[in-house]
Structures are given as C-alpha cells and as structure tokens.
C-alpha cells in the first residue's frame, strides 16, 4: 500500500503520510518479532488437549469430590493454566528477553492481568448463565412428575440461586470488561488515498490488487483452509475409527484446523516476510492433524461424547506442539539476530 | 497564498521535521516507551535522538521520566495529551494539503 502511496503522481505529501503511516503501524506488526505469541498460545492449546489425558490417568479422587465435581475441577484448573499460559508466557518472554534487546514498549491495548482475570470470570458467569436456565427447566419437569420429593426442591433452589449469581456476574463484568477497543491512530484518510488513486491507471491497477487482496485474506483464506481440511479429512475418514461419516465430527475438527491456521497467518503477518520456513509450518498445522487423528489414541471423554469429541485431544496437541516448536525456533533465530546492548553506566 | 499553500504553511513546526515527525508517531501509536526502543526504531543516533526529545519536551508534547528497572536506568517516553493532540491536528493539516492537491489535480486533468 505505501509503495502505492508513492507512486500517485505530483502529490508529495502522500508519501510523508505514507511514511509516517509505516512508522506509525511498526509497534503493531513486531509484536511477535520473537515468537513469544506462538509459544503462549502453542502452551495454552498443549494445556487444552491434556485435560482428558489427565482425566483418564489420574485417580478420580483428586477430581471427583462433591465439592469440586460440580464445577468440572479439572478441566477447569487446566482451562486456568492456559489462560494464563496465553498471557503469561509472551509477558515473561518480553520482559526477560525482548524488552533488554529492543527496548521496552507498551502497546494501548495490551490486555493487563485483572481485565484477563474479570474476563474469564465473565465467561465462566456468561456460560453458566447461559446453561443453568436449561437444567433448571429439566428438574422443574422432573419435580412436576414426581410431586413431593424434597430433594429435587433443594437441588433447584441451589440452582436458581447460582443462576441468579451468575447472571448478575455476567451482567456486571460485561459492562466493565467488553470495552472498545482503542483504534490506532492513523496518519491518512483512507479515503482520501483511494480517490487520489482512483484518478491514474497505476493507482486504479493497484487498488484492483488491494482489494484483492482484501478479499482473498478475509474470505477466500478462511475457505480454502476450510474446505481443504474438510476434504481431507474426509478422504481419511476409514482412518478414523469409525465406518460411517461423523459430519460434526469432521465440521468442527476443519474449523478448528482453519481458525488456528488463520490465526497463524495472522499472527505472522510481518514476521513470515522474514522467515519463509514458517509457510511450511503453516502446511504442517493443517495437514499435521490428519496424519495424527488415526495415530495417536482418543481419550474416553464419555461413552456418548467420544465419536464426536475424541479426536479433539490429539489435534489440539499435534497443533500445540506445531505452535510451540514454530516459536521457539522464531525466538532462538531473535536472540541470535539481536544480541543484548552494551551496559552504561550512568 | 492558496488554500494549498495555506495548509502547508500551517503545519507544526515541532512536528514537521523528519527526526520528530518519525519520534512522534511511533509515540502515538505506543502507550509509553523506552529510549532504547526509540532508537531502534527512528535509527538516530543518540545524540540526535536526545536533542529532538529535547525540543518536544520543551514544546510540552513529550513527557520524558527517569526511572530503574532492577538496577539498570530506564527512561519512559510517552506522548502528552497536548502532543496527541497536536499530533491529530497536524495530520488533519496534511491530509487538508492533499485534498486541496487532488482537487487541482481532478481540475487538470478534467481540463486536459
């Protein structure tokens, strides 16, 4: 787009805004110069799919206690862990690794740890919310049918008051963590610079590959991926224990595969510039599950759950490994490119 | 003078140098920096670097404070309101320029 800036004709200010727009967007794009985004997230996927590893390999004492049972303990510490593994990791990478090597910076909408602790206090409320009005109607029902049993009538008093908990949480810390997020400033109307364009045949030939572009990263990506995965998966599908097609099965494992691949491209967008090779981890993510599914084990996540659910673990591990090894390659190639500044004295 | 002209001429002069132009949105696209940081990213020299926060200080657009982190000094470098400010007015100035550019340039070319 800058270069495009530049080549509009007998405007010479259209390229200090063009310079000044690269300036302003660098902080932006070298957030995950050293691949600390992909370590976090590559931890907190690893801490996803151990959750019924775990469950199958530790004694149910530790996790199926009355008092804990009902909140699902386990897959709710581990839910925790990576949470503050997505938050966490990339904070301690800058603060001990990047920050000494490239200075310290603070972008506006670096999100602080009591907005991550209220937003997932939030979602826990918004879930329960959400959920609690369908099991309370159910034992309404059932209480109906069997007229007199006091300990239905216990067991939707405790209910609808942790509905009510719930929803006023909800309600509360919605207001105050779901807040707009800060633009960032621009430093030219983008506007302006498109009917500027739009006036000569280079700028009309390179608005044509802008919104190309446009199209092909919001739309065509997402389907591509989508329907690629999708495909093979389902070329795969004998692989997958199962003799007839498991449709959700198939539909929610290639969105996840596409999400995380998208958020990969994404989440690359400047750095893939400079590594290539993270075109073929790119390749990896999305085909890597297919070859993993077959290989590797379900988990029992329940006699009902496991068709649909089963193969979730392993991809969420095979796509944690992919995203932990792609970031510490990129943060080993960031502490060799950009050794520690001199120390002054003052 | 044009309204071309005009806009040009009204531009900050704090702003307009390439060195403080450059200083000046990194720091508004930052929420606070450090000095190391800066000179990474404009590649000044330190000097340099120094006399340009200087003069921003000075015009009350930057706020410079002396800190440590551990045992090391840090000096944070944030952007004022009256900067941001300053910094929005001096953006709209320049997209004014190219308003009044395009328009002469839609005016020749419709002539031609």
Known sequence: ?346 | MNEQLRAIAGLDRVIHEPGRMMIVALLAAVEECDFLYLLRETELNKGNLSSHLAKLEEAGYVEIEKTYRGKLPQTLLRLTPPGRAAFDAYRQRLNAALVEHLQVLSGTSKST
């Open chain 1, 1 to 346: 787009m800058n270069d495009c800036l530049e080549s509009l004709p007998h405007v010479p200010e259209v390229g200090d805004l063009a310079k000044l727009q690269a300036q302003m967007l660098r902080p932006a794009q070298n957030v995950n110069m050293d691949g600390s985004f992909e370590l976090g997230w590559g931890i907190a996927l690893l801490c996803f799919g151990l959750v019924p590893y775990l469950n199958a390999v530790l004694p149910k004492s530790v996790w199926a206690s009355p008092w804990t049972a009902w909140i699902g303990y386990l897959p709710m510490v581990c839910l925790t862990c990576a949470a503050f593994a997505a938050y966490g990791i990339p904070r301690m990478i800058k603060r001990f690794i990047t920050w000494p090597r490239t200075g310290y910076v603070a972008n506006p909408n670096d999100i602080k740890l009591i907005q991550l602790v209220m937003l997932m206090v939030f979602g826990s409320a918004l879930g329960f919310s959400l959920t609690l009005p369908f099991i309370l109607v159910a034992e309404i029902r059932e209480a109906i049918s069997r007229a007199g049993a006091h300990s239905d009538l216990h067991s939707i008093i405790l209910h609808g008051i942790e509905l009510v908990v719930c929803a006023t949480l909800a309600v509360y810390l919605g207001r105050k963590t779901i807040r707009k997020r800060q633009p960032l400033p621009t430093a030219y109307d983008a506007a302006l610079i498109n009917q500027g364009l739009g006036r000569t045949a280079a700028g009309r030939k390179c608005l044509r590959g802008v919104r190309f572009t446009l199209v092909l990263l919001f739309v065509g990506i997402p389907i591509l991926v989508c329907g690629g995965v999708f495909g093979l998966m389902y070329l795969n599908k004998s692989a997958m224990r199962h003799t007839e097609i498991q449709w959700p099965q198939l539909g929610i494992l290639s969105f996840l595969v596409a999400t995380n691949a998208i958020l990969y491209l994404m989440g690359n967008g400047v750095a893939i510039k400079q590594h290539p090779w993270k075109w073929l981890v790119l390749a990896i993510l999305v085909a890597g599950p297919i070859v993993v599914v077959p290989a590797i084990p379900y988990p029992d996540v329940g006699p009902e759950m496991t068709p649909i659910l089963g193969p979730f673990p392993p991809v969420m591990l095979s796509m944690g490994l992919v995203w932990c090894l792609s970031g510490a390659v990129t943060l080993i190639s960031f502490i060799w490119h950009n050794p520690l500044p001199p120390i002054e004295t003052p």
